[in-house]
């Protein structure tokens, strides 16, 4: 039986995925997603909400957890929030996102300040000032056909200066042109005194092992990695 939901939930998820590229694909997918989306995650363990709220609960103290405003970048349904929430976080937290769907089925859990519908592309800033966040988390959000790397420095404006931003992303087998793009833009970040690569740990996102061998599934695709990183320059 565990079998069969892990065969029908992977099929949903990754291979009904839309095959064409561009924001406004994801975006419809998604929306129609919200509904299946918690548990289908629950069914394939996926942990990558929780690994990066305990690694930003690592970088700061009880006190400044109380009073922290984060942004959930990509917030989805709402399992970083949650996640972040359980990991202590009590202050302000943000959810921007480009789905709808997603949004309102994050916002009916009650652990957002506020929520924004919102698709960042390098000519699509955020919608937020400078300096704006404590920290910024984001699961999953950095990827082919979703947010691509020349985002990342619109998202250090809006960090304030040396504080963290948390990523975790997973660079499966078939995009390979986005890993390099997206590792040599932290690479020029760094180089320009922009940030700081503190650490990134490979964990695994899903659990994939019994999923039906008809699928011919990579299993090498079930991990990710979290990256922790700090801004260093008031840009």
């Known amino acids: 039986m565990t079998q069969k939901k892990l065969d029908v939930v992977y099929k949903r998820e990754f291979i009904n995925f839309p095959k064409r590229i561009g924001p406004a694909a994801v975006r419809e997918f998604y929306n129609q997603m ?6 289908d995650m629950e069914i394939m363990t996926y942990i990558a909400p929780d690994v990066a709220a305990q ?5 700061v103290s009880d006190k400044q957890k109380e009073n922290f405003k984060l942004l959930d970048l990509g917030a989805g349904t ?6 972040l929430r359980r990991a202590g976080f009590l202050g302000n937290i943000s959810a921007l996102d480009g789905s709808a769907g997603m949004l309102k089925v994050a916002m009916e ?3 957002y300040s ?8 390098s000519s699509n800033p ?7 966040f404590d920290m910024v988390v984001s699961v999953g959000a950095f990827g082919k056909s979703m947010m691509e790397p020349d985002c990342l420095q619109e998202v250090l404006r809006v960090l304030k200066p040396h504080s963290y931003m948390i990523i975790t992303v997973r660079m499966y087998s078939e995009v390979q042109d986005y890993k390099v793009r997206f590792y040599d833009e932290l690479d020029r970040l760094e180089a320009a005194g922009l940030m700081k690569i503190c ?11 019994e999923i039906s061998d008809d699928f011919k599934v990579k299993l090498a695709d079930q991990y990710g990695e979290v990256l922790e990183l700090q801004k260093l320059y008031i840009n």
């Open 34 to 39: 919200g509904i299946d989306y918690d548990n």
């Open 55 to 59: 690694k930003a609960a690592s970088l």
């Open 78 to 83: 709402g399992l970083a929030g949650a996640a």
């Open 109 to 111: 859990k009650g652990i």
């Open 114 to 121: 506020d929520s924004t519908e919102h698709i960042l592309t």
């Open 126 to 132: 955020l919608p937020y000032s400078d300096h704006s």
């Open 199 to 209: 650490s990134s740990e490979k964990f695994p996102y899903y659990k994939w092992d």
